[in-house]
Structures are given as C-alpha cells and as structure tokens.
Nanobody, 124 residues
Framework: QVSLVESGGGLVQAGDSLTLSCGAS???????MGWFRQAPGKEREFVAA????????VVADSVKGRFTISKDDSKQTLDLEMISLKPEDTAVYYC??????????????????WGQGTQVTVSS
C-alpha cells in the first residue's frame, strides 16, 4: 500500500515548461504508475503511464512529443515533464499506482492508489 502526493503544479503561460512530481510513501518498484488529468466539466483522462517491468512508457496522443513520464524507484518518485504547454493542458493532474498491472495501464480502473491532485493552469 502506498500514499501518493503530487507537487509542482502552478500557473504558467502557453509555451512554458513544468515538471510535476509524485512522491510515494513506500516502495514503488513493483507498481505500474501513471498520470491522469481532469479539466473542469470533463471526465478524468489518461495522460501517461509507465510499467514496473522494463520501464515501458505510453503517452496519450494529445501530449505525445510534449510530455515525458519517468520513475525513480530509489527516490520513490514519479515525474511528468511537460514542455510546450497549451491552454488545453489546464487541469488537475493526478498520479496513480497499480499493484497488478504489468504493462503500462491507460485506464483509471486499473489503478489502486491515487494522489490528491495538483492544479496546472496554462494561460494563453
């Protein structure tokens, strides 16, 4: 069982970069992990995921080439590096962990543990 806490959100301008970090309370080396986001009035959507075997990554088409997910098992952290941010990236970003997914998990119901979220606002 792990607790997750996101940090790094904030208000930026379009074209800026931002890195979100998710700290875990316990070991995450055997957890698949991911980032999701939810904009006002919209459903939570998948952003990026990383498997615990081999570190395979998957990112949503909407952020491909701009967002990079990485995991540091020694530091128990999950990062989301975001560049070339757009106003449509504005959302609350959540990190999540799955103890049973082997491949990168892209559905929210594959995850057991969730952080409280961090707000990212991109102004035009």
């Amino acid at each position: 069982q792990v607790s997750l806490v996101e940090s790094g959100g904030g208000l930026v301008q379009a074209g800026d970069s931002l890195t979100l970090s998710c700290g875990a309370s316990g070991a995450i080396n055997r957890y698949a992990m991911g980032w999701f986001r939810q904009a006002p009035g919209k459903e939570r959507e998948f952003v990026a995921a990383i498997s615990w075997i081999g570190g395979k990554t998957v990112v949503a088409d909407s952020v491909k080439g701009r967002f990079t997910i990485s995991k540091d098992d020694s530091k128990q952290t999950l990062d989301l590096e975001m560049i070339s941010l757009k106003p449509e990236d504005t959302a609350v970003y959540y990190c999540a962990a799955s103890h049973f997914a082997v491949t990168p998990a892209t559905r929210s119901d594959e995850y057991d543990y969730w952080g409280q979220g961090t707000q990212v606002t991109v102004s035009s």
